[in-house]
């Protein structure tokens, strides 16, 4: 709900049980005045006035002036800290004062409130149009506030959409030069985030390739700390999410948590800053490193969103409203798809580059008696490639290792009841391919300058329109050729000589070409999933997850590393769209050894896929293998759609104890995996959530063997007893229901 008093103009941005404040002040400036959870009281008619006497910050002393909380700051008002808006005019429309200079560009930017408006319509930039539906497609308010400077023609509108039910808000910018000049901008955040005094907690996840999703939590110093990723993809050392709160007020399930989310996937910038006053600002969007954005005149800009909220429930609230507005308002749910994610078998590490029709069709005949759904063929399918040194680019199957093409391939999956799958990296080329030598100026670089190759390979310039056309026909073909439903999308490589036809804007051309391609793919096949992969877990937001079913957390599949990147990864997106693998028992990455439990109990925490060579199992290895997919087929849709609740985090026990819940509390699944067990401590039982305390529950494991039977008080209260037998490597699933 959006309520607007025209007397003291100030709006209030009712959630379900939080609020957002501001307010347009007599200089025509819009200040922020509140933001937090409501009284449990409330009704809709309980606001904020405007009529309170709050801080001024027009004194003599210049110092505080600079503090003001403007909803949009602006380089000119503010130079001392951090802005959200920082532009140059290359002249002047208004006459020179008798003796004044010009100094050109004229660096300063002025805001001023016209009007504002409220519709049902609004969309952030790069938002998808593949037209798919999402779970819920219900319309939603968005008050869009419009500014203009008072000497250029140049507007800002700021725009917050409201997901009331998950307390969800969505802010964002759009810029219009209404000028004669082109104007440029060298910082542009989708949003600045005014917190209260002292809330100066920070959590966030750090990490590199194969141990992305790190969680940290430390105290804010004074200053600014910045959280970034100066890529072409999301990237793996930090991931767009953030909780913030006050020290030692906030836990997994109580005290007051501000979070936020960017539905963005290229070069992005989190910018946490406390002040002088103890003020916090959290600015958030396009990171301002190589950056330049050019308005023409007439030319308008439209923003990526930030998704924020507030939560009175700690960590766990946070995540949990997350959680549901990616469910219901981000995921696409197209009513032909399957409602749940199928289990998958990938043969990369099978056979790494070492494919024939015969030994595929063999890994495709086991993992349907296993009681796999979708089968994909992973790297090597195409072109010269026998190793990663040659054929990216060149997207023809290999006539050496299918001599009948892939239709053969794909008849036999078909024909054993799975869908089919592929690999692809549409976005690189080797230059040992026929793409490379036909147009060696389709990848990033810099004439005259060496082209630095990783993995032996290039980006292609999405800057160019003809790129673009060509890999969406390449992978069009695909699809209608051998009637491919899912892609595993790949991208194996950061950015090095970043020229392009487009210059400084190629970091954001590159991912608004690759939603393009996507959002057309899915237009034009919309049974078809796409699975987002970046060399793991480099390209993981809410504006990729908007065109995918599913993500690849990390190349990493050992179940020890896993139990702690998992953890981090439920910060802020949900297990529907986390595609974890059970793979070997020795981790070629770690190097260490886990045992089938442990490897199956972490994957099925998520999307659950098959990744080990089924040619090395035994027929009671197998068999083991289908027992536990049947047994998670029969509770995904819990942990696909549940509530997810963390009983116990690594930090505490160095244990992982996690819950699903359905909604209507009926059914839960239990799921707890010990990373390290010091001798002689005693772990305190995790006690369950949302469970009915009136009902009785029985406890099953995966053989449907009765362990227990308690009514949810119990269960809430005393928690499922611990097994003596607990030890490093120890987990354990189990299903609960209401009967």
Request: proline share 5%; charged share 25%; net charge negative.
């Amino acid at each position: 709900m959006i309520h607007f008093n025209p007397d003291t103009r100030t709006f209030n941005l009712l959630l379900k049980t939080s609020y957002y404040a501001f307010q347009v002040d007599d200089a025509d400036r819009v200040v922020h005045l509140g933001w937090g959870p409501r009284p449990d009281d409330v009704t809709d008619d309980d606001v904020i006035s405007g009529t309170v006497a709050h801080k001024t910050y027009d004194t003599p002393w210049s110092f505080i002036a600079q503090f003001r909380p403007d909803e949009v700051l602006t380089f000119g008002d503010v130079t001392s800290h951090q802005v959200t808006l920082k532009a140059s005019f290359p002249s002047l429309p208004v006459p020179l004062k008798d003796g004044e200079a010009l100094h050109l560009p004229i660096r300063d930017l002025r805001l001023r409130y016209v009007d504002h408006a409220i519709v049902t319509d609004a969309q952030p930039g790069l938002a998808p149009t593949h037209g798919l539906p999402v779970k819920d497609n219900s319309p939603r308010e968005t008050l869009r506030v419009r500014l203009k400077d008072p000497v250029q023609d140049f507007f800002v509108t700021l725009c917050y959409r409201l997901t009331p039910e998950h307390d969800i808000l969505e802010r964002w910018l759009e810029l219009e030069n209404a000028g004669q000049d082109t104007v440029s901008f060298e910082v542009c955040y989708f949003a600045s985030l005014h917190l209260p005094a002292g809330t100066n907690e920070l959590t966030y996840v750090s990490g590199a390739w194969a141990r992305e999703f790190t969680s940290h939590r430390e105290r804010l110093s004074p200053g600014t700390h910045i959280i970034d990723s100066r890529n072409l993809q999301t990237g793996h050392v930090t991931n767009p999410i953030f909780m913030v709160n006050r020290p030692g007020q906030a836990w997994e399930e109580s005290g007051t948590v501000y979070f936020g989310a960017l539905a963005y996937s290229g070069a992005w910038q989190i910018a946490v800053e406390q002040l002088p006053t103890w003020d916090v600002r959290v600015h958030a969007g396009y990171h301002s490193f190589d950056f330049q954005l050019d308005l023409a005149p007439g030319e308008k800009h439209i923003t990526p969103a930030i998704v924020c909220g507030v939560s009175a429930d700690g960590w766990g609230g946070a995540s949990r409203r997350l959680h549901a507005f990616t469910h219901d308002r981000v995921l696409p749910r197209p009513p032909q798809g399957p409602r749940f994610r199928p289990v998958l078998y990938n043969g990369w590490e099978a056979t790494y580059f070492n494919l024939s029709y015969e030994g595929q069709a063999e890994l495709a005949r086991k993992a349907a008696e296993m009681g796999v759904e979708l089968f994909c063929v992973d790297d090597g399918w195409f072109g010269a490639r026998r190793s990663d040194h040659a054929g990216l680019g060149d997207w023809v199957v290999r006539a050496d290792a299918f001599p009948e093409g892939l239709e053969q391939l794909v008849r036999e999956v078909h024909r054993l009841g799975m869908k089919f799958g592929l690999w692809v990296e549409p976005e690189m080329v080797n230059p040992d391919s026929d793409l490379y030598r036909r147009h060696p100026d389709w990848v990033l670089h810099f004439p005259g300058r060496e082209r630095t190759e990783a993995r032996h390979q290039l980006i292609l310039d999405f800057g160019r329109d003809e790129v673009i056309e060509y890999i969406f026909s390449m992978l069009d073909a695909l699809v209608e050729r051998y009637s491919i439903a899912f892609f595993k999308w790949d991208m194996n490589r950061l950015a090095t000589e970043p020229g392009s036809v487009v210059g400084k804007a190629i970091w954001r051309k590159h991912v608004a070409g690759v939603y393009r391609i996507m959002d057309r793919l899915r237009a034009k096949h919309p049974t078809l999933d796409i699975q987002s992969c970046s060399g793991g877990g480099g390209r993981i937001d809410l504006g990729i997850l908007a065109r995918t079913d599913q993500v690849w957390v990390s190349d990493n599949t050992d179940a020890f590393d896993r139990i702690g990147i998992q953890e981090g990864f439920s910060l802020a997106y949900p297990a529907r769209c986390m595609e974890a693998w059970v793979t070997h028992e020795h981790s070629h990455i770690t190097q260490r050894t886990t045992s089938l439990g442990l490897r199956f109990d972490v994957a099925m925490r998520g999307a659950l896929g098959i990744g080990s060579s089924l040619n090395e199992l035994s027929d009671a290895e197998l068999a083991e293998y289908a027992s536990y997919i049947a047994f998670y087929k029969r509770i995904r849709h819990v942990i696909q759609e549940g509530t997810l609740y963390r009983l116990e985090r690594l930090e505490e026990f160095q244990a992982s104890v996690i819950e699903y819940v359905q909604s209507d509390g009926r059914e839960a699944v239990y799921s707890e995996a010990i990373h390290d067990y010091p001798i002689g401590s005693f772990r305190p039982a995790a006690v369950l959530k949302g469970l009915i305390s009136s009902a009785i529950y029985t406890v099953t494991d995966r053989h449907n063997h009765e362990v227990q039977r308690a009514t949810g008080y119990e269960l809430m209260t005393l928690g499922l007893p611990r097994e003596m037998t607990e030890h490093v490597g120890y987990s354990r699933t189990l299903y609960l229901q209401a009967i």
